[in-house]
């Protein structure tokens, strides 16, 4: 079974990749634009999804690929979780958009 913790990393890095290698205020930007949350809705944790996405990418993508996690050993399976079915809706409704736009070049579009 793979580590949670990387698993993690990767899905985050899979949305940072969608979000044109932006941080984390753009794969909530990227988010927000392709899937439905209601205003200031609690996605997890009771944090709204621009404090999922911060938590994700900083505490665990980030403070992991640099080596600064001390938590390495710690149960990630919830934030996995998360990060996973973030990464999976987001990946979805991108592929829809971008089948509703065949012309569409610029991947910037994805955030309106």
């Known amino acids: 079974q793979e580590n949670d913790l990387m698993a993690i990393v ?3 890095s899979s949305l ?3 979000a ?3 941080k984390a205020a753009k794969i909530a930007a990227l988010l927000k634009a392709r899937i439905p ?3 200031n809705a609690k996605v ?3 944090k709204d999804i ?3 996405v911060e938590w994700l990418y900083s505490k665990h993508r980030s403070r992991t690929l640099h080596g600064t996690n001390p938590d390495i050993l710690h149960d990630w399976s919830d934030a996995r979780g998360i990060a996973e079915s973030l990464a999976r809706l987001c990946l979805v409704t991108c592929m829809d958009w971008a ?3 065949p012309t569409e070049c610029d ?3 994805l955030l309106e």
């Open 99 to 101: 089948i509703h736009n």
């Open 107 to 109: 991947p910037k579009k």
């Open 44 to 46: 997890y944790a009771g």
């Open 16 to 18: 940072e990749a969608l």
């Open 10 to 12: 990767k899905f985050v």
């Open 37 to 39: 949350f209601k205003k």
């Open 20 to 22: 044109q290698g932006q």
């Open 50 to 52: 621009d404090g999922v």
